[in-house]
């Protein structure tokens, strides 16, 4: 994926070291491989500027996978035959980034984009090594494509469930495109003069690139400090009793 001029030229001056960083990319397309993804272009942008200042990337499409739906960590053990949820959630622990792509239906993300939050969910409860819970000490963001209208109200939902699981959402973490009202081009879809929609939107690209810095300097500063303060955040410490200073009602 060819970067823009600015795009390229952030990326060469940069002082910045994220070589230690990881990210992971869920692309919620309802597409399988190997078909043609528009969520996966705008992807692309964001990851190869990731890429350029060497953090190590993978891009997964969850419709690829067995995910049973469910509310546990294995639904294999609730009567489900099969789910890849346990493998592709060692995935999200080794990320220091997780970006939800979503194309949009309806004015909604997509089917596999809220079962993937499902799931994200189910293993929500689990602690870190220092009684916090599990998504701590990383950073999300969303990617949104799509026709008409909805970038806004899907980057909503999706940025909102995010935090609520436990991940830090940086400055305008959602960046998106939609093509005009009624049927028409996609993101990436190719005109009649050889260019590519979208891809010339500045608004877009600007957006993106704005995201994706945001999220490598919020996840570095994390991981540089050692992650999220342990203090009057540990559900552990909470079970066992300590208040952090919130008040017993019992001595008011």
Same mark, same amino acid.
Request: net charge negative; proline share 5%.
């Given at each position: 994926?060819?970067? =823009?001029?600015?795009?390229?030229?952030?990326?060469?001056?940069?002082?910045? &070291?994220?070589?230690?960083?990881?990210?992971?990319?869920?692309?919620?397309?309802?597409?399988?491989?190997?078909?043609?993804?528009? =969520? %996966?272009? +705008?992807?692309?942008?964001?990851?190869?500027?990731?890429?350029?200042?060497?953090?190590?990337?993978?891009?997964?499409? #969850?419709? @690829?996978?067995?995910?049973?739906?469910?509310?546990?960590?294995?639904?294999?053990?609730?009567?489900?035959?099969?789910?890849?949820?346990?493998?592709?959630?060692?995935?999200?622990? *080794?990320?220091?980034?997780?970006? +939800?792509?979503? #194309?949009?239906?309806?004015?909604?993300?997509?089917?596999?984009?809220?079962?993937?939050? /499902?799931? +994200?969910?189910?293993?929500?409860? /689990?602690?870190?090594? %220092?009684?916090?819970?599990?998504?701590?000490?990383?950073?999300?963001?969303?990617?949104? =494509?799509?026709?008409?209208?909805?970038?806004?109200?899907?980057?909503?939902?999706?940025?909102?469930?995010?935090?609520?699981?436990?991940?830090?959402?940086? #400055?305008?973490? &959602?960046?998106?495109?939609?093509?005009? *009202?009624?049927?028409?081009?996609?993101?990436? &879809?190719?005109?009649?003069?050889?260019?590519?929609?979208?891809? @010339?939107?500045?608004?877009?690209?600007?957006? =993106?690139?704005?995201?994706?810095?945001?999220?490598?300097?919020?996840?570095?500063? $994390?991981?540089?400090?050692?992650? $999220?303060?342990?203090?009057?955040n540990q559900r552990s410490e909470w079970e066992a009793g300590c208040r952090f200073d919130h008040p017993n009602p019992e001595h008011r």
């Amino acid at each position: 994926m060819a970067l =823009t001029d600015k795009q390229q030229a952030l990326c060469d001056d940069s002082p910045h &070291d994220y070589s230690g960083l990881r990210a992971l990319f869920l692309n919620c397309t309802l597409k399988p491989s190997p078909q043609s993804s528009h =969520t %996966r272009r +705008l992807i692309d942008v964001s990851a190869e500027i990731m890429r350029e200042n060497d953090v190590h990337v993978d891009i997964v499409r #969850p419709v @690829d996978l067995d995910l049973a739906p469910g509310v546990y960590k294995d639904m294999t053990e609730h009567g489900a035959e099969a789910d890849d949820w346990p493998a592709l959630y060692e995935k999200v622990q *080794a990320a220091h980034i997780l970006v +939800l792509g979503s #194309p949009i239906w309806l004015g909604e993300k997509s089917s596999v984009c809220q079962q993937v939050i /499902e799931r +994200l969910y189910a293993t929500s409860s /689990e602690l870190n090594d %220092r009684g916090q819970y599990a998504y701590y000490d990383r950073v999300g963001g969303c990617l949104i =494509t799509g026709n008409e209208d909805g970038i806004k109200h899907c980057s909503m939902g999706i940025l909102y469930a995010l935090q609520h699981l436990g991940y830090v959402i940086p #400055p305008q973490a &959602d960046a998106g495109w939609i093509g005009e *009202a009624g049927p028409g081009l996609s993101y990436g &879809d190719e005109r009649n003069d050889g260019t590519h929609a979208g891809e @010339d939107n500045d608004f877009t690209q600007r957006n =993106t690139t704005f995201m994706t810095w945001n999220l490598m300097h919020m996840a570095h500063m $994390i991981k540089q400090a050692g992650g $999220i303060p342990a203090h009057g955040n540990q559900r552990s410490e909470w079970e066992a009793g300590c208040r952090f200073d919130h008040p017993n009602p019992e001595h008011r």
